[in-house]
Every structure is written in structure tokens, then in C-alpha cells.
């Protein structure tokens, strides 16, 4: 069964502390690994997608990488308004398996 | 501007109810997916829909309903068979459910209290 787990379920910084979102998948035939932020009560927002292995992507102080087995999500002198929580998801044949998301808390 | 809305932001229901939850888009996209969040927990597919007058079932599909009838709508009926019907409810397009790229654009959701 396709899987994918966040890692840590909740994370405090201080602003300007840097840190990574770690996302552990087993998707059969992963055909794209995505990163969505989402705020309080809204819904999610797309930021990345990453299809191979050593493929990077880059949004202000955001950067993704992929690796065979995991994604990481890389964030760089963080801001408060870098608080959100980050999904990661999987694209198996016909839909996408989520992580249950990791609480980014960034304090000023 | 392009995107999707879901109707109404807050809905209140008595137990025993069925309750239907609107979901519209104007992005032309053909399929379109209902998600159920709950505290701690990632999104869960309830039904897809691929094309007009076609759906399949997801993971978490019992007590729940839908249709489409035109590409832009893809309402759900949360019916009383749903035993936790209290959640947090997505709805999502994308311009198609196979092939590269499956990146989906989430509507602003819609969270359903029933007592």
C-alpha cells in the first residue's frame, strides 16, 4: 500500500533559524512528489512538484529536494509568515497519497 | 480569476441530516476530487470524478454521495450513514486524474459541525 509520512509532526523556530521538513514515501511507480502549504483553515497551496531523483526546486526561502526514498524541504532564514503547515504528497497511477503534514511555527 | 470555490465556509447540521457541500470551478479542469481532513491527519480521498456523468470511489467513500452533471460541479452529500461526518471538507481540480502530472488546485474548503 502506497504511504508517505512527515517528519516532525509539529516544529518552533526562531526567526532566522534555518531547518528541514523531512517526507518518507513508498508510492509504487512514483510518477511526482508535491509540496503544498497551508494555512489556518483555508486550503492547500501548491509549491512544488519534483519528479527524479536529485531534482531541486527553489521559492524565496524555500527549496525541495528528492531523493529515491524521501523529500526534504528546506527553509532558510525563516520568517513568521513562513508559519503554516506543509503537506507533502505522493503521485501513485490515479491519485495522490498525503502525509498527515508537518505544524511549521516560526517566532519572531 | 480562476479557481474554486466551495460554499458555505461553515456549515451546521443535526445529526440525522444528509447535508450537501457545493464545489465549483472555472479553471476547465476535467477531474475534480473530494478530500476529508481531520486534526493530525493528511487528506483522505472520499470520490473523483474524471469526466462528466463518471466517478469512482476513494479510500473513504461510505456515507457519502456524489454527481456530476457539468464539468465545473462536483457537489458531495455527506448522508446520516457517515458515522464522523464533523470534519474539514476539500475540494480539488486538476486538469486531468492520469499522466505526469497530477498537481491539483484546492478550493478554500468547508468545515461541517454535526450534533
Known amino acids: 500500500e502506497d504511504q508517505v509520512t512527515q517528519s516532525p509532526e509539529a516544529l518552533r523556530l526562531q526567526e532566522g533559524e534555518s531547518s528541514s521538513l523531512n517526507c518518507s514515501y513508498t508510492?509504487?511507480?512514483?510518477?511526482?512528489l508535491f509540496w503544498y502549504r497551508q494555512d489556518p483553515g483555508k486550503g492547500p497551496e501548491f509549491l512544488f512538484t519534483l519528479y527524479s531523483a536529485g531534482e531541486e526546486k527553489e521559492k524565496e526561502r524555500l527549496k525541495a529536494t528528492l531523493t529515491k526514498k524521501e523529500s526534504f524541504l528546506h527553509i532558510t532564514a525563516p520568517k513568521p509568515e513562513d508559519s503554516a503547515t506543509y503537506l507533502c504528497?505522493?503521485?501513485?497511477?490515479?491519485?495522490?497519497?498525503f502525509g498527515q503534514g508537518t505544524r511549521l511555527t516560526i517566532n519572531p | 480569476d480562476g479557481g474554486i470555490t466551495q460554499s458555505p465556509k461553515y456549515l451546521f447540521r443535526k445529526e440525522g441530516q444528509n447535508v450537501t457541500l457545493s464545489c465549483e470551478q472555472n479553471l476547465n479542469h476535467d477531474a475534480m476530487y473530494w478530500y476529508r481532513q481531520d486534526p493530525g491527519q493528511g487528506l483522505r480521498l472520499i470520490y473523483y470524478?474524471?469526466?462528466?456523468?463518471?466517478?469512482q470511489k476513494g479510500d473513504i467513500a461510505e456515507g457519502y454521495s456524489v454527481s456530476r452533471e457539468k464539468k465545473e460541479s462536483f457537489p458531495l452529500t455527506v448522508t446520516s450513514a457517515q458515522k464522523n461526518p464533523t470534519a474539514f471538507y476539500l475540494c480539488?481540480?486538476?486538469?486531468?486524474?492520469?499522466?505526469?502530472?497530477?498537481?491539483?488546485?484546492f478550493g478554500p474548503g468547508t468545515r461541517l459541525t454535526v450534533t
Open positions: 504528497a505522493g503521485q501513485g497511477a490515479q491519485k495522490l497519497v
Open positions: 470524478s474524471q469526466i462528466v456523468n463518471d466517478f
Open positions: 480539488a481540480s486538476s486538469i486531468k486524474v492520469t499522466g505526469t502530472s497530477l498537481k491539483q488546485y
Open positions: 508510492v509504487s511507480g512514483l510518477r511526482g
